[in-house]
Each structure stands twice: as C-alpha cells, then as structure tokens.
C-alpha cells in the first residue's frame, strides 16, 4: 500500500479518534470509583446487605456495571487486546482485564463462602492496583500540561 496524502490524514482521523476516546475513557474510569467506593461500603455496613441499604447497592450496581462494561469497551477499542509484558502501563491494562473477570466471578458466588470472600479480596486488590497506576499516570499528564504551560 501507497503512502499517500490520503492515507496520512486517515491515519491522523483514527488516532485523533483513538485519544478522545482515551480520554472519555479515563473519565469514565474515575466516575466508577465513587460508585465502587459507594457500593462497597453501603454493602459491608452493619446490616448493609441484608438491611435499609439493599436498595441503594442495587441501583448504584445498575449505575456502575454498564458504565464499567462501556469503560472495557473503551480500553479495547483504544489499546486493544493488550499483549503482556513487564511494564506499568501494559500492568495497569492487565490489572483491569483480571479486576473486570474477579467482579463477574465475585458477583457470581454470593452464597459459596469462602470462595466468595477470596474473590473479593483479589477484585479490591486488583482495583487498588489499577486505581494507583491509574493515579501515577494522571499525576504525570498533569505535570507535563502544567510544564508545557510554563513554557509556553
């Protein structure tokens, strides 16, 4: 194939393409947390299951699994099927596929315990990572806008 004029500005559109839709989806990825944040700790207060806050976990899990679906979508779309290797970015990539498969296991085996338990520790350890290395890369696309505006 022809490198072409054509075929540059194609290039061009679809990787213009590629970062809006990095961006929404890191935008997607921090509103989920309030929503995770919440779930988790209405389900685990006192009686929070089983009690008053049953119908508050309820509608904030309709909220955050399609949203969480919609932010995969995104991650595939924009990186891919992430081949792994030993980087932090390609680390934070893994660590949201294995947090998206412990939540649909974890959420499958409510009534197996201690398989549950053990399921749920690994899916809130998979998201701390994945939310810390989310955090490290924010830091650092702040600090070179805010390096970039100072030089500007």
Request: aromatic share 10%; with cysteine.
């Amino acid at each position: 194939m022809a490198l072409t004029l054509e075929t540059l500005d194609q290039a061009r559109v679809k990787a213009a393409r590629r970062q809006r839709a990095g961006v929404v989806n890191r935008r997607l990825g921090w509103l989920i947390l309030p929503a995770v944040i919440a779930a988790i700790t209405l389900h685990y207060l006192p009686g929070g299951h089983a009690g008053g806050f049953n119908e508050a976990v309820k509608i904030l899990q309709l909220v955050f699994v399609p949203v969480m679906l919609v932010h995969v979508a995104l991650s595939v779309y924009v990186f891919g099927f992430v081949p792994p290797a030993r980087t932090l970015r390609v680390f934070h990539v893994w660590f949201g596929y294995a947090y998206l498969i412990l939540v649909l296991a974890a959420q499958t085996t409510f009534q197996v315990e201690p398989l549950h338990a053990i399921l749920s520790v690994a899916m809130f350890t998979c998201l701390s990572v994945h939310v810390g290395i989310g955090v490290f890369y924010a830091v650092r696309r702040r600090g070179a806008r805010v390096a970039l505006r100072d030089v500007t």
